[in-house]
């Protein structure tokens, strides 16, 4: 069992910065994979961003070059340092991880933090 918990999230001018911060706990030894996804109102949620526990990283199109997303050694947490936003962004962000034991793998998610790009 593993717990998420986001922060960070808030109100910034299109072109700020956010860093946002997710902390897991409980069976943090068996995670394989982190990240995170967003759904902006009306829409899906769609993936953003991901790191394994070997520190690979991937990101959407839409926010390489603006976006890094990182972890600390345990994979106890992970980070999502929002640059150059746009209001385009604006989402509820939500943290995500996944467990592998054995052949079984699990999914976790957070309970999501609000984002908002606006002037």
């Known amino acids: 069992q593993v717990q998420l918990v986001e922060s960070g999230g808030g109100l910034v001018q299109p072109g700020g910065s956010l860093r946002l911060s997710c902390a897991a706990s409980?069976?943090?030894?068996?995670?394989?994979?982190m990240g995170w996804y967003r759904q902006a109102p009306g829409k899906q949620r769609e993936w953003v961003a991901t790191?394994?526990?070997?520190?690979?990283?991937n990101y959407a199109d839409a926010v390489k070059g603006r976006l890094t997303i990182s972890s600390d050694n345990g994979q106890n947490t992970v980070y999502l340092q929002m640059n150059s936003l746009k209001p385009e962004d604006t989402a509820v962000y939500y943290c995500c991880a996944e467990t592998v034991d054995g052949t079984y793998v699990r999914g976790y998610w957070g309970q999501g933090t609000q984002d908002t790009v606006s002037s």
């Open positions: 409980g069976s943090i030894y068996n995670i394989a994979l």
């Open positions: 790191v394994t526990r070997a520190s690979r990283q």
